[in-house]
């Protein structure tokens, strides 16, 4: 118990399909006195398994919650940080898995372009979808109350450069097959077993627009997911619009 009150600190990441909500909303909803917060941040499972260097934080509007999930998993191959900002944390993990798609379509339309002899996208391409995904992230974020800071941090540019750009990423595994031209369940069979951002975009993509936030990556990502367009088409589109101020 924490302040007197029955707690819970969860590992999984994601908004829930059908309502759009994040964890700490639908504990909100069916255990208001329950004391909530969220563990997350770049980590691949398998790499923690092995004990390999690993850095987390531990989230909680309840600063006691916060503190013990420091003091509950902090140990000499996992550093965990504490934060008061839950929203930002989930957000981060939740819609980091879309861009690792993006980022994954880009790259593997390089790949390809290169085994026919021509370019495709570059470096370049994957440095912008990973700065424009994250800010992306935050904007939304930001709308649902989260700091901003949260955002620059390990459960949102760490969390997202990780899974964009890792080998072991589900994600990015499978914005590569996307680029090679395979559709989507064939995808999925391949892989065997869950892609999270396949099932979240779409709805990482309507609790946006219901906050009014513009989110084109998420966009594109769910168009090439639905079959609407290709790879090169979804890149084409963001490539084509309009000029704006960054910020």
């Not at 904007?139 to 072991?168: F, I, N």
Request: charged fraction near 15%; hydrophobic fraction near 50%.
């Amino acid at each position: 118990a924490v302040l007197g009150l029955l707690a819970a600190l969860w590992l999984c990441k994601g908004f829930e399909a059908g309502t759009g909500l994040l964890g700490h909303e639908i504990a909100r909803e069916v255990a208001p006195r329950l004391a909530t917060g969220v563990l997350s941040g770049p980590s691949f499972a398998q790499e923690v398994a092995a004990g390999q260097p690993t850095a987390l934080v531990s989230a909680s509007g309840d600063a006691a919650l916060a503190q013990l999930g420091v003091s509950a998993f902090h140990s000499e191959r996992l550093r965990v940080y504490s934060s008061a900002d839950p929203v930002g944390v989930e957000v981060g993990g939740a819609v980091k898995n879309v861009m690792a798609i993006a980022v994954g379509i880009a790259d593997g339309l390089r790949l390809v372009a290169q085994a026919q002899g021509g370019q495709g996208p570059g470096l370049n391409a994957r440095a912008a979808l990973i700065t424009r995904g994250l800010a992306e992230m935050q904007r939304l974020a930001l709308a649902l109350g989260a700091q901003p800071e949260t955002l620059l941090g390990l459960a949102g540019l760490g969390d997202l450069v990780l899974t964009a750009t890792g080998d072991l990423s589900r994600n990015r595994r499978v914005g590569l097959l996307l680029a090679e031209g395979l559709d989507l369940p064939g995808i999925l069979a391949k892989l065997g077993h869950v892609a999270e951002g396949v099932y979240s975009a779409p709805t990482v993509l309507a609790r946006a627009r219901g906050a009014g936030v513009d989110m084109p990556i998420t966009a594109a990502v769910v168009e090439v997911l639905e079959g609407r367009l290709t790879p090169h088409e979804a890149l084409d589109a963001l490539m084509g619009r309009q000029a704006k101020s960054e910020w």
